[in-house]
């Protein structure tokens, strides 16, 4: 069983900053790929970010240079460090892991999301 945990949602002006986080187990975070998706209102759920097993990482060109991905092995946990946010950044994002080379495209498994909003 694979859990993901996302906190670290919330409301932020635009240019500003949040770190999302993803809490999961040592398993998880030793065997498989992690990612960030996004879905906005009324849109198909996207790609953000995503670190594969081994430390290459990813990211969507509408997040390249803001945002950045990383993890945290002692304490299990994946983050994304947002700056300089925009009104077209809000949407509930979601972590998510896979074991076999989706983590961009169709991930195996989801947390269950968090908001963020970013206010003009």
């Known amino acids: 069983q694979v859990q993901l945990v996302e906190s670290g949602g919330g409301l932020v002006q635009t240019g500003g900053s949040l770190r999302l986080a993803c809490a999961t187990s040592?398993?998880?975070?030793?065997?498989?790929?992690m990612g960030w998706f996004r879905q906005a209102p009324g849109k198909e759920r996207e790609f953000v970010a995503a670190?594969?097993?081994?430390?290459?990482?990813d990211y969507a060109n509408s997040v390249k240079g803001r945002f950045t991905i990383s993890g945290d092995n002692a304490k299990n946990t994946v983050y994304l460090q947002m700056n300089s946010l925009k009104p077209e950044d809000t949407a509930v994002y979601y972590c998510a892991a896979d074991p076999d080379g989706r983590i961009t495209t169709m991930p195996s498994y989801w947390g269950q999301g968090t908001q963020v909003t970013v206010s003009s």
């Open positions: 040592r398993r998880t975070l030793g065997r498989y790929s």
């Open positions: 670190v594969w097993n081994g430390g290459p990482t």
